[in-house]
Every structure is written in C-alpha cells, then in structure tokens.
C-alpha cells in the first residue's frame, strides 16, 4: 500500500472533494440538499481521512476567516482537476493526465490553454466566437469538458438566452476532440 505525504494527500483528498462536488452537488437543486452534501463531506473527510476541510480550501480564499458558504464554494467551484494542462496534448482525451489547478502558474497555464483552443476554434469554425473567459466561464467550460470525456457523458444546461450555455459547449466539444 502506498504511502502519501502531507502534500500528496492533502491533492487526493481535494481529488475526492472536487469528484463529489462534480458528480454530486452539480445535480443538487434547493439549499437543504447542498447542506446535506456540505455536512456529510466534512464529516467523512473528518472522521475517514482526519482532515479538516478547512485546511484543504483556505488557500482559496484571501480572507482570514471562512464561513460555511465559502468552504461549500471552494468544494464545488474553486477545487479544480483536469486533463488539458498535460503536456502531451494528445488529442485522445482518454490517456491525458488528470490533475489539480492549484497555484498562479498553472491558473495562468490553464488560461492560455483554453485562449489557444478557442483561437483554434475560431481558424477552424465558420461562426467563429469572441469569449471572455472569466473565472465562472472556466469553471463550467471545465465541467463540460469532464462531462464529455465520459462514455456517453450528457449535460442539462439551463440558463437564460445568450449566457454562453452553447458557445462553451461547442468550444469544449472542440477541445476535447
């Protein structure tokens, strides 16, 4: 059995935090149900793993002190993995590593990632499109990437007309080939 250190396992438990908050809490529709996600992952990393949330998501945030909606935005929104800051940028997605964005450099890494993708799209693409990638815009462009590397992945985007619902989607579906 391998043994990790304090870094190494704090990146797994954030791992496990970032998948529940993509496979769980993204289907969560009223408070009550993401209080009940937010109680029972707290709990287990606690009593399972003897972490505190806290310490795995403080870094996130620029204040001193975190209350329950901030720890609960860092879980869903803040922790994030994926597969496109692999050097190798195969265009299979299904043998890329999958790691954290964690850090300045590989925030700024991911940007430019996606900035030369869109580019990409726009040589390529008929209509092409003028996004402004903010954080927001990444996050979900993040999660419709997941959602497609998936065996028969879908997605249920609601939203109001002209949110970017489908522009996303189509440079994610670009992206991840």
């Given at each position: 059995m391998?043994?990790?250190?304090?870094g190494e396992s704090g990146k797994l438990i954030r791992l496990w935090i970032h998948e529940t908050g993509r496979v769980?809490?993204?289907?969560?529709?009223?408070?009550e149900d993401r209080e009940t996600l937010f109680t029972g992952v707290t709990t287990a990393v606690r009593?399972?793993?003897?972490?505190d949330v806290v310490i795995q998501v403080k870094h996130f945030i620029d204040e001193g002190f975190l209350d329950r909606d901030q720890i609960f935005e860092c879980m869903v929104d803040k922790i994030r993995f994926t597969d496109l800051l692999d050097a190798?940028?195969?265009k299979n997605s299904q043998t890329r590593s999958y790691d954290e964005i964690n850090g300045a450099e590989s925030r700024y890494e991911l940007n430019q990632k996606l900035l030369d993708g869109l580019r990409a799209y726009n040589l390529t693409s008929k209509r092409p499109?003028?996004?402004v990638l903010f954080d927001y815009a990444v996050t979900h462009l993040l999660r419709l990437c997941r959602?497609?590397?998936?065996n028969r992945g879908n997605a249920l985007l609601i939203g109001l007309?002209?949110?970017g619902r489908q522009s996303l989607t189509y440079l994610a579906s670009f992206m991840m080939d």
């Amino acid at each position: 059995m391998k043994t990790f250190t304090h870094g190494e396992s704090g990146k797994l438990i954030r791992l496990w935090i970032h998948e529940t908050g993509r496979v769980i809490s993204d289907r969560l529709i009223n408070a009550e149900d993401r209080e009940t996600l937010f109680t029972g992952v707290t709990t287990a990393v606690r009593e399972k793993l003897r972490e505190d949330v806290v310490i795995q998501v403080k870094h996130f945030i620029d204040e001193g002190f975190l209350d329950r909606d901030q720890i609960f935005e860092c879980m869903v929104d803040k922790i994030r993995f994926t597969d496109l800051l692999d050097a190798s940028t195969t265009k299979n997605s299904q043998t890329r590593s999958y790691d954290e964005i964690n850090g300045a450099e590989s925030r700024y890494e991911l940007n430019q990632k996606l900035l030369d993708g869109l580019r990409a799209y726009n040589l390529t693409s008929k209509r092409p499109m003028d996004l402004v990638l903010f954080d927001y815009a990444v996050t979900h462009l993040l999660r419709l990437c997941r959602i497609l590397k998936m065996n028969r992945g879908n997605a249920l985007l609601i939203g109001l007309g002209g949110s970017g619902r489908q522009s996303l989607t189509y440079l994610a579906s670009f992206m991840m080939d």
